[in-house]
């Protein structure tokens, strides 16, 4: 089957979505864990360093400038699942208006970031970059705030991973991420609706610091 941003939307709203085993394979697969990484939009966990680094680095925060910059960012490693095709699809699927990024800015240098796509209230995280100490769990802790003023419901991480367990996710089974992703997708996100708030308000409405 080709891929196309269609077929890849249509992924995501029955739980699949696409890998590459690397970056110049052309072939394309598509993953349903049994068990699914998932941050809990009222349990991320903001530790005391991440809290002084949110409120003392003076990074600034945007969305949407630089998406395929930020897709790049988390290809510029040495294994990615990030193959030109991908790259191309999740480009598409930001210009129709699906797929989003958050970054981290020092001045004019991108320094972090994260994207993924939104449907429905369900948000589905891609991938994360970090270029200076902290900037993905930075650009983690504005996206839950973000997700969470928009409305969303659920925010998939696909796997769950050390790193993330420290900041607050979880595993669940394939049939519970299932029930909560037929019912995300019938509710409404505007992942656009929130202006970028200063770290203290971050910080202030997450429930879960430390």
Not at 1 to 19: D, S, W
Not at 70 to 76: F, I, K, N
Request: with cysteine.
């Amino acid at each position: 089957m080709t891929l196309t941003p269609e077929i890849l939307l249509r992924g995501y709203t029955i739980g699949i979505f696409p890998m590459a085993e690397q970056r110049d394979d052309a072939e394309i697969f598509w993953v349903d864990p049994k068990r699914r990484g998932i941050i809990p939009l009222d349990g991320f966990h903001i530790s005391r360093s991440l809290r002084r680094r949110l409120l003392r680095c003076g990074f600034q925060i945007r969305v949407n400038t630089a998406f395929a910059e930020v897709v790049d960012g988390c290809a510029d490693r040495a294994e990615t699942w990030i193959n030109a095709e991908i790259r191309e699809h999740y480009i598409a699927l930001h210009h129709a208006g699906y797929a989003h990024s958050l970054e981290v800015w020092d001045d004019d240098e991108l320094v972090g970031g994260v994207y993924g796509v939104a449907i429905g209230a369900a948000f589905f995280g891609e991938s994360m970059f970090s270029r200076r100490t902290d900037a993905s769990k930075i650009a983690l802790a504005y996206l839950v705030d973000r997700l969470r003023l928009a409305g969303f419901r659920l925010f998939d991480t696909q796997f769950l991973t050390d790193h993330l367990a420290s900041l607050g996710a979880v595993e669940i089974p394939r049939g519970d991420y299932h029930h909560r992703l037929d019912k995300a997708i019938s509710e409404t996100g505007d992942f656009l609706a929130p202006q970028v708030p200063a770290p203290q308000d971050v910080i202030q409405r997450n429930t879960h610091t430390s």
